[in-house]
């Protein structure tokens, strides 16, 4: 079941007040921070889940307590919630009964002594670079489609992209000559990457000789178009990419990140500094970006495992 049908199906077993609450607060979430669409369905589907559940106490989502809360996040770990999952929950909690105080909708935050799961971070499963290198050559070139599909695995490589950000960019966004990328990230914060050689030469033969192709006669503002759409969506390229995966023999389990966190993996384990990366992927806090240390000495340690004598 897709997740919109998920969130209707949820919204059937919420009444009205509850529904349009949340509308409201997604609404403002947008207007605010300028989320993207699929963080905005996280957020509903999270608290028509929350609200479905408290309907069958008779409790309005609005006026739910500290006990009301607690109760439903029992309820979701007895049924096997994972803790990550639990956590974005609680998340989502905070943020939406936080924005009912601010709206003096509420004048307590029944979250505020909730405390958040703990757990370990996993650390992002990484390609290695003989990975990569098989997986940027698996497309066939010698095809308008093979030829856009290394053109952007190419890219996502050169510049840590989300695959969001990748799908949706303009061909006003990409300067060949300087090699650089004008992204527009989350909260529509905007950040310059640069791209290299490589990058830029599949870009140039993607542009000159497969992109009017496959939009046969139909105009596009985006890069990255298709023959059936004119533009790629992120689940069609993410689909590809499991393909290209198989065939270049790839079998470990691959996300939408993948890439991201190889190019970031890559750049740490060959000396980049950690501020550098935050910049080049976009991340507000340095403390996200320095996942990628962990990453670094667990490959250290793996090295030096395998290659020193007492190891």
Request: glycine share 8%; proline share 3%; hydrophobic share 40%.
């Amino acid at each position: 079941m897709s997740s919109a049908n998920t969130s209707l199906s949820l919204a059937d077993q919420c009444s009205a007040d509850d529904i349009a609450i949340v509308d409201r607060f997604t609404d403002a979430l947008w207007m605010e921070s300028g989320l993207s669409a699929n963080t905005l369905a996280a957020y509903r589907r999270d608290l028509y889940g929350v609200a479905a559940w408290l309907s069958g106490q008779q409790v309005a989502l609005a006026d739910a307590g500290s006990a009301d809360l607690l109760g439903y996040l029992a309820n979701q770990y007895k049924a096997g919630r994972a803790m990550r999952s639990s956590a974005r929950l609680l998340s989502s909690l905070r943020r939406f009964y936080r924005y009912l105080v601010r709206e003096g909708r509420r004048s307590d935050d029944p979250t505020a002594n909730i405390d958040s799961p703990k757990m370990d971070r996993p650390l992002p499963y990484s390609l290695s670079e003989s990975d990569v290198e098989a997986l940027l050559s698996a497309p066939d070139t010698d095809d308008p489609v093979g030829m856009r599909d290394r053109a952007m695995l190419e890219l996502l490589y050169a510049s840590g992209l989300r695959v969001s950000e990748l799908v949706t960019l303009g061909v006003d966004q990409i300067n060949l000559n300087h090699g650089v990328v004008q992204v527009v990230g989350k909260g529509g914060k905007e950040r310059l990457v640069p791209v290299g050689d490589e990058a830029i030469s599949q870009l140039r033969r993607y542009l000159g000789e497969a992109r009017a192709a496959l939009l046969r006669g139909k105009a596009s503002d985006r890069l990255f178009v298709s023959r059936k759409v004119g533009s790629i969506t992120r689940q069609a390229f993410w689909y590809r990419i499991r393909e290209y995966a198989l065939r270049a023999g790839i079998r470990g389990h691959l996300s939408p990140h993948t890439l991201r966190h190889a190019f970031a993996t890559h750049l740490v384990n060959h000396g980049a500094d950690l501020r550098v990366v935050q910049m080049l992927l976009g991340h507000s806090d340095l403390s996200t970006t320095q996942i990628y240390t962990h990453v670094a000495r667990e490959r250290l340690k793996q090295l030096h495992q395998a290659h020193h004598p007492r190891g």
